[in-house]
DNA sequence: ATTGGTGCAAATCCTTTGCAATAGC
DNA sequence: GCTATTGCAAAGGATTTGCACCAAT
């Protein structure tokens, strides 16, 4: 069975918040995963059009960083135009195309463990870890 | 000899690549050394105006991008506001609360071969690694 | 003298806000 | 029915652009 069009989650993790479920929350999900990786709020936007005729961009913000906070999500911040939004939420890695733009998923370990340490030992209380590898992707180094 | 005021590994560059050595340059570097840490384009823009009255925004913004391609600063999006630029170039990490916006170093050793050469192994020609770890500092966790 | 850099003003892009209307519980 | 969510329009903030002028080579 495929994972991308079932929002059983997304509906027990809002019931366990207290928090309604809506239709344009099961559709922006929905539209996250079909679109497989990094989506920005505007890609988004225009899929979740198709289906629910009306839906408002201040919605699809607000919802993107709710999925976040659920841990149905992971943004993305490259420093090169907008936002993005993962809905891949195993532990991977991205590289960035200085050029293009491009961004591609890398599955290397992380040894993730020494870095929660360091950060605790700081007192800080680390959630999550984000590393973006920036460089020059196989299309832009082909030409030149 | 302090390391902050001093700009002939600017000057260096510059030349070897055949771009000339403005004021608006020099006084950029050195505002952003004297910052210290993860300064936003207008803290270093209202920093040199006193020094250099008259710079304009897109100068600033200009220039601290070519820092980075000069490797003599690094840019910083941690998906909270502006984005930062740090004077320190060794290897280190970052922290972020996710309450507050504030942004800490963590020296913490990173396996950096392994991740560059899985990413090799795609194709993409990494050039540079940056982690950040997000969650919630110290003071904010204190504040509940 | 050339032309890369700069300043200015304005445009553009991304994201958030205020408030009335709607729909989930 | 109560109140969280939504849609709309508009504001806000960050960053970039176009073009004329200036200054480093």
Redesign the pocket.
């Known amino acids: 069975m495929s994972h991308s069009t079932n929002t059983n989650d997304l509906?027990e993790r809002?019931?366990a918040?207290?928090?309604?479920?809506?239709?344009?929350?099961l559709v922006?999900l929905r539209a996250l995963r079909r679109h497989g990786g990094h989506a920005?709020?505007?890609e988004i936007h225009r899929a979740v059009l198709r289906d629910?005729p009306?839906?408002?961009?201040?919605?699809?913000?607000?919802?993107l960083?709710?999925l976040v906070e659920l841990g149905l999500a992971r943004k993305l911040?490259v420093?090169?135009?907008?936002?993005r939004y993962d809905g891949r939420t195993e532990p991977h890695q991205h590289m960035v195309c200085r050029r293009c733009g491009r961004i591609e998923d890398l599955d290397v370990e992380l040894d993730v463990e020494a870095l929660v340490r360091a950060a605790d030992a700081t007192g800080f209380q680390a959630r999550d870890t984000e590393l973006v590898i920036s460089g020059v992707c196989a299309a832009c180094a082909a030409k030149g």
């Open positions: 509906v809002l019931r918040r207290g928090q309604r479920v809506t239709s344009q929350r922006i920005t709020v505007d629910l009306g839906t408002s961009t201040p919605t699809v913000y607000a919802t960083d709710l911040d420093g090169v135009g907008a936002s």
